[in-house]
T-cell receptor, first 110, second 115 residues
């Protein structure tokens, strides 16, 4: 069935370090792909999305490219800040529902 | 535009009771979906409503039910609560317009604790 696999956390980085969170998916067809972020005590915020192969989603310095050949949608940011500390979820949309990865906790130290 | 709102934000119930959670979607959004988030199972889809009809349902027991009203507001109900129902319940809305068909916007969630 359809599924999403994310790299396990927690990930701890120093401020201004480069971030990569890996995400791969299994799906029939060509789903839309999403990254959501969850701050402590809050719901999910849409970070970025891509709806077809080779699309690049970007927002607030974060980027991810829809790679059909490798079924991947890795999240990257060139220089993380303490305020980026949160849990990040990769998701795909199929049949009107979202299927999520297990989430990756990111902690950025000053 | 106001975001998705959920009430109440926190709820404490005892086993065997029932609970109703409410969700108001973004203005103009007609699709509402519900998700359960737990540390063990992660984020799991419960059901989706569009124009007062349930279009999609996840793999949850019949104790979990929902409905949608003509103004697109939605409620979900859990009957005969079990300890394992303790979770963050998230509501999401979607406009289903061109270019936005898949994008779901989430509310802050309702934290349910079952004692």
């Amino acid at each position: 069935g359809d599924s999403v696999t994310q790299m396990e956390g927690p990930v701890t980085l120093s401020e201004e370090a480069f971030l990569t969170i890996n995400c791969t998916y299994t799906a029939t067809g060509y789903p839309s792909l999403f990254w959501y972020v969850q701050y402590p005590g809050e719901g999910l915020q849409l970070l970025l999305k891509a709806t077809k192969a080779d699309d690049k989603g970007s927002n607030k310095g974060f980027e991810a490219t829809y790679r059909k050949e490798t079924t991947s949608f890795h999240l990257e940011k060139g220089s993380v800040q303490v305020s980026d500390s949160a849990v990040y979820f990769c998701a795909l949309s199929v049949g009107g529902k979202l299927i999520f990865g297990q989430g990756t906790e990111l902690s950025v130290k000053p | 535009k106001a975001g998705v709102t959920q009430t109440p934000r926190y709820l404490i119930k005892t086993r065997g009771q029932q609970v109703t959670l409410s969700c108001s979607p973004i203005s103009g959004h007609r699709s509402v979906s519900w998700y359960q988030q737990t540390p063990g199972q992660g984020l799991q889809f419960l059901f989706e409503y569009f124009s007062e009809t349930q279009r999609n349902k996840g793999n949850f027991p019949g104790r979990f039910s929902g409905r949608q009203f003509s103004n697109s507001r939605s409620e979900m109900n859990v009957s005969t609560l079990e300890l394992g129902d303790s979770a963050l319940y998230l509501c999401a809305s979607s406009s289903l317009t061109s270019g936005e068909t898949d994008t779901q916007y989430f509310g802050p969630g309702t934290r349910l604790t079952v004692l």
